[in-house]
């Protein structure tokens, strides 16, 4: 699988549709609950490469540091858009904008629709691009042009769970714990009419959350089960929640990383953020801890 295949699976393309592989880089919250404004500090990045335009979720951890995933920051074409709305579209058309020259991406002269910020895009520099188990470091950052708070007054960042934060909850009781993915991926329900197999949809574009129960930990990866049919939690990640955070107790614990299933409908793999060697890469941006 090419290294942009790879990230195809883990983003959902605004106007490409969905592949299937035995490990699918996650993207929308199947199940789960509409956003609103439960977690305001939680945004849609939009962004171009040289394969078109894409979109990923993200999160504010400082006024100026937006984190989300690797691969939806490495080969970004000029700039990145940032949006904190909850809600960017119920049907089509997009309202998202668009670059003059698609070949060197936004660059932030564009108008854009209010609460919309551009920002520069940074990747872990020990990103293994899905290639190295143990060393994954699934882990981007938006560095934003103006800080947040002169934009969106309401809004207060997150904050990244202190260093080791996971490795407290070994079985049996990681499979007790809740973790809470929020993202703007796509929605994944049966059609209103025709075949009736669960497809991920497109529209709306809007912020949801879902709770889902602990599966497994390693050094790098949190994996949560993710199927809405398991009665401890509501559902999971899916195409376009790439980068988006996991909550445990308020702290941002992980970033949506990949999936396994084209429907999202199974176990979700989320890179750990309370790790040495993300946290010290974050600290370079200024981004603080516990």
Known sequence: ??????????????????ASGPALMAAAITGGTADGEAHPNVAMIVFYDPDGRFRCSAT????????????????TLGKTVVTFNSVIAETPPSPLPVAADPTKGYTGHEKVPAGYV????????????????????????????????KKVARITPARIAAANYLDAFGQPVLNSTLFTSV?????????????????????????RYAVEPG?????????????????????????????????????VVTVTSYGYTSNCRYIGGLQRVDIPVVQNWLKTFGVTFG
């Not at 551009?118 to 800080?147: C, E, R």
């Not at 993202?183 to 574009?205: A, C, F, H, N, W």
């Not at 949560?224 to 929640?241: A, E, K, M, S």
């Open 1 to 18: 699988m090419t290294s942009r295949l790879r990230r195809t699976l883990g983003v959902l393309a605004l106007t490409v549709g969905l």
């Open 60 to 75: 504010l951890v400082s006024p100026t540091v937006i984190l989300t995933a690797a691969h939806c920051t490495k080969g």
């Open 118 to 149: 551009f920002g520069t895009a940074s990747t872990h520099p020990s990103y293994s691009d899905f290639t190295d188990l143990a060393n994954w470091n699934d882990v981007g950052v938006i560095v934003l042009d103006k800080a947040v708070a």
């Open 183 to 207: 993202g703007y991926g796509t929605e994944v329900r049966t059609l209103d009419s025709g075949p009736q197999k669960p497809t991920p949809m497109s529209y709306p574009i809007l912020r």
């Open 215 to 251: 599966q497994k930990l390693t050094p790098q990866i949190l994996q949560v089960n993710g199927n809405i049919n398991d009665p401890r939690g509501t559902g999971g990640t899916c195409f376009g929640d790439s980068g988006g955070p996991s909550f445990h107790d308020a702290y």
